[in-house]
């Protein structure tokens, strides 16, 4: 069945450092890929989404390109701040009421 | 508008015993889905309702799972009989009706179950 498999956290990082979270999917349609963010006490919140291959999503200095030939949806942030701490999941919809998770990636950023 | 609402945020019960959640989604949303989170994984989903009809329900959830959404607007989620497997956070999120999947859901804070 569709899956998604994201790298496993947490991720450690200081101030400024660049970021890049892995995610790679299984799905047997073409699927709209999401990164959705969670900040501490607060619900899950989509950061950004690409509908098609080679699309780019982009939102808050964060991007993520759809490769279909790799199946990936890497997470990356050229300079995260304090406030990027959170979980961050990536997440597939093959055209369907269904949206699949994956387990999610703690990131501290330390200042 | 505040978003979707859960309530409670937080419940302890007895192994045994009944729970209901509530979910107000956002008031012009016509999709409502109920996710479950456990420690440490993503939400999987559990259900989904288009306006009050009830479309699809996983295989996750039990014949000890009800989940209604009577006038097309808030939801409730029932557990009977709870057992400690059903120990998680249970979220809700609701979505615009459009052409399209994609659409973004919007979640609530959920409501974290614990069975003792």
């Known amino acids: 069945g569709d899956s998604v498999t994201q790298m496993e956290g947490p991720v450690t990082l200081s101030e400024e450092a660049f970021l890049t979270i892995n995610c790679t999917y299984t799905?047997?349609?073409?699927?709209?890929l999401f990164w959705y963010v969670q900040y501490p006490g607060e619900g899950l919140q989509l950061l950004l989404k690409?509908?098609?291959?080679?699309d780019k999503g982009s939102n808050k200095g964060f991007e993520a390109t759809y490769r279909k030939e790799t199946t990936s949806f890497h997470l990356e942030k050229g300079s995260v701040q304090v406030s990027d701490s959170a979980v961050y999941f990536c997440a597939l919809n093959t055209g369907g009421f269904k949206t699949i998770f994956g387990a999610g990636t703690r990131l501290f950023v330390k200042a | 508008d505040t978003g979707v609402s859960q309530d409670p945020r937080h419940k302890i019960t007895k192994r045994g015993q009944n729970v209901t959640f509530r979910c107000d989604p956002i008031s012009e949303h016509n999709r409502l889905y109920w996710y479950r989170q456990t420690l440490g994984q993503g939400p999987e989903f559990l259900t989904y309702f288009q306006n009050e009809a009830q479309l699809e329900k996983s295989r996750l959830l039990s014949d000890r799972f009800s989940a209604e959404r009577p006038k097309g607007s808030f939801s409730t989620l029932e557990i009977q009989r709870t057992e400690q497997g059903d120990s998680a956070m249970y979220l809700c999120a609701s979505s615009p009706i459009g052409d399209n999947w994609d659409t973004e859901a919007f979640f609530g804070q959920g409501t974290r179950l614990t069975v003792v």
């Open positions: 690409a509908t098609k291959a080679d």
């Open positions: 799905a047997t349609g073409y699927p709209s």
